[in-house]
């Protein structure tokens, strides 16, 4: 009898949580209740150390994530193909839902295609980029926009990204302000110039105004949604706030998903879809 009820009770307590479940587990789920597309799907990296991204993805070209930040690649280049974008923003709804892993991955992806690339810590405020690269003290967005260094002396070229990369300093001025100012127009234009692809890594669009005012100016944005963890009403309310100043998304990318997460919540054809494609 106590084992009877005990299943009882651990199947009711397994239908209460999937029937208030407010967050992401599928792409099919994740475009019906956005309208946007998925534009990739990334597993967990296996990485202890932010340091340690690059490396693995570039030691590990046919590996389940490499292969997955491929298809992100070339969903992005191909949402438009009359106007291939350029500069390619990178956000989400909050932090820690792997935005700044999307802008760094997918850097380094396109650099593999043979093209110069320019990867921009735009989150001015956190500047988190110091946690994956041994680039310290240097000149960089803050200087350029200021007038104080050209983006040529301004860039560090990053071995394992194979692509240029233009660290931030702590803004002198309010980062919403400083996203408004021609200068920052004037950037933009000068690395179109310089580069094939630009990626700006941009604080998250409900904690800050500084996503929809950079968004404006960039060709396409790439919104980030953490795989079983970001709320429905935060996707929404994200999206709908760059809706409003006309920032176009190309589409969504769903993050930090748990292979076996995937099985156990009754997914596993989409945690096997690689076919046995792919190498850990």
């Known amino acids: 009898m106590s084992l009877f009820l005990g299943l009882i009770l651990g199947a009711v307590i397994t239908l209460f949580r999937e029937m208030t479940q407010n967050t992401f587990r ?3 789920d994740l475009e019906t209740r956005t309208g946007y597309t998925v534009l990739g799907q990334i597993p967990k990296i296996p990485v202890r150390r932010r340091t340690q991204l690059l490396q693995y993805l570039a030691d590990k070209p046919t590996s389940v994530a490499a292969e997955a930040v491929r298809n ?5 280049l191909l949402s438009n193909i ?3 974008p350029q500069i390619i923003m990178s956000t989400s709804s909050v932090p820690g839902e792997g935005k700044t892993t999307q802008s760094l991955s997918l850097a380094q992806n396109l650099a593999g295609l043979g093209k110069s690339v320019l990867l921009v810590e735009g989150d001015v405020r956190k500047r988190v980029f110091a946690e994956y690269f041994n680039i310290k003290n240097v000149d960089g967005f803050m200087a350029v926009l200021e007038g104080k260094i050209t983006l040529k002396d301004a860039v560090v070229h990053e071995p394992n990204l194979k692509a240029d990369v233009l660290m931030s300093e702590k803004p002198t001025a309010n980062a919403a302000d400083i996203f408004s100012s021609q200068a920052f127009v004037d950037f933009l234009k000068k690395a179109r110039k310089a580069y094939d692809y630009i990626v700006i890594d ?9 996503a929809r005012i950079i968004g404006r100016h960039v060709d396409t944005t790439l919104y980030t949604v953490r795989w079983d963890h970001t709320t429905q009403n935060q996707v929404k309310q994200g999206l709908k706030e760059l809706a409003q100043v006309n920032v176009t998304v190309a589409g969504l990318v769903l993050a930090q998903v748990d292979q076996k997460g995937l099985k156990r919540y009754g997914y596993a054809d989409q945690a096997n879809a690689g076919g046995g494609y792919h190498n850990n």
Not at 72 to 76: E, G, L, N, P, Q
């Open 26 to 28: 599928a792409a099919g």
């Open 72 to 76: 992100m690649r070339t969903s992005v």
């Open 82 to 84: 009359d106007n291939p």
């Open 202 to 210: 941009t604080p998250p669009v409900l904690a800050v105004p500084d």
